[in-house]
Each structure stands twice: as C-alpha cells, then as structure tokens.
C-alpha cells in the first residue's frame, strides 16, 4: 500500500505547529518565572546573517500553509508579517492549523505529479508535487521548526527532546 501525499504532508505539520505552539506557551512561563519579557526573544538569531527568531516562527507557519495551497489548489490565508508578540505568533500558528485542517484529503492525495514552481529572487524552482513536499516543503518546516526550538533553548527555556516532537494525533 502506497503512501498518500497528505499523510506525508498534513500530520507531520499538525504536529509539528501543534509543538511550535507548546514551546512558545513554555517559553512564555519560563519568561514569567525569571522575570524576563519573553516577547524580547523574538530579535534573538543563531548569527547575524540569519533570520531573528520571529521570522522563523512567521515561516514555521507560512511552509505548510503554502505547500497545503500549492499542492490542493486551494487558496491560503494571507499574512503580513506583522506580529510583534508571541501572543500575535499564536494566532498565526492556529489561523495557519485551521486552514491546514479545513483542507481535505482528497484534495491533496493524488497530487504527487503536479507541477510546482516556486520564484524566488534569484529565479525559480520547479517540482513535481511529491518530490516538493518530501524534498522541499517538509525539510523547509522541520528547519523552522528547529531553529525556533534552537534559540529558545540557547534563551535558557527548559526544553527538551520532547517538546521538540510534539504529541501524536
């Protein structure tokens, strides 16, 4: 039995945001517990010529919410970038898993030769559907993902392994 192109996709980013969302709830009462504003960690970066934690957050949200559109054909939710506090990056992370959800499987399985293009500034990137999601799109998330875990960690926020993989369902 073949594996379908949504539960490559949809459970893992489920998941994944699910956990994004949980971290920063932790990062927020560990904040509360040393006197720190943890809205203040949203300028942190790993190195100077990487994105600040708030972005890694913002693209957490926007690399699953564009591969749902482009490989359902159904249009995502726009974001502006304009959240300023964790509390504004949680509306974005349930905004982005309910359009996610709403999306339904049958409009995603069977996807897996449908073109791709992504442009970018430098040109442009051509996929079919099941090589974007696992080769791009999937590996894009998790890199957000992790950096986001990354630098709450090196914050001091006490995270763990756990934290990181999120709970089933």
């Not at 934690?53 to 159904?74: E, F, H, N, W, Y």
């Not at 974001?79 to 898993?97: C, F, G, M, P, Y």
């Not at 799109?137 to 756990?162: C, E, M």
Request: proline share 6%.
């Amino acid at each position: 039995m073949a594996t379908e192109l949504y539960d490559l996709t949809v459970p893992g980013f489920t998941r994944g945001l699910r956990a994004l969302s949980a971290i920063l709830d932790k990062a927020v009462a560990h904040a509360a517990t040393t006197g720190v504003d943890a809205d203040d960690w949203l300028s942190l970066r790993l190195i100077d010529d990487m994105n600040p934690l708030i972005k890694q957050v913002q693209t957490a949200c926007d690399s699953p919410k564009l591969a749902v559109a482009r490989l359902s054909g159904m249009a995502a939710p726009v974001h502006d970038d304009s959240e300023k506090t964790i509390a504004d990056l949680q509306v974005r992370i349930a905004d982005t898993l309910a359009y996610i959800r709403s999306v339904p499987r049958s409009a995603i399985d069977g996807q897996e030769s449908k073109e791709v293009t992504l442009t970018f500034p430098g040109g442009e990137m051509k996929f079919l559907g099941q090589p974007y999601a696992t080769g791009f799109a999937v590996p894009n998330f998790y890199f957000h993902l992790t950096t986001a875990y990354g630098l709450l960690r090196q914050a001091g926020v006490p995270l763990g392994k756990r934290d990181y993989m999120g709970t089933p369902g």
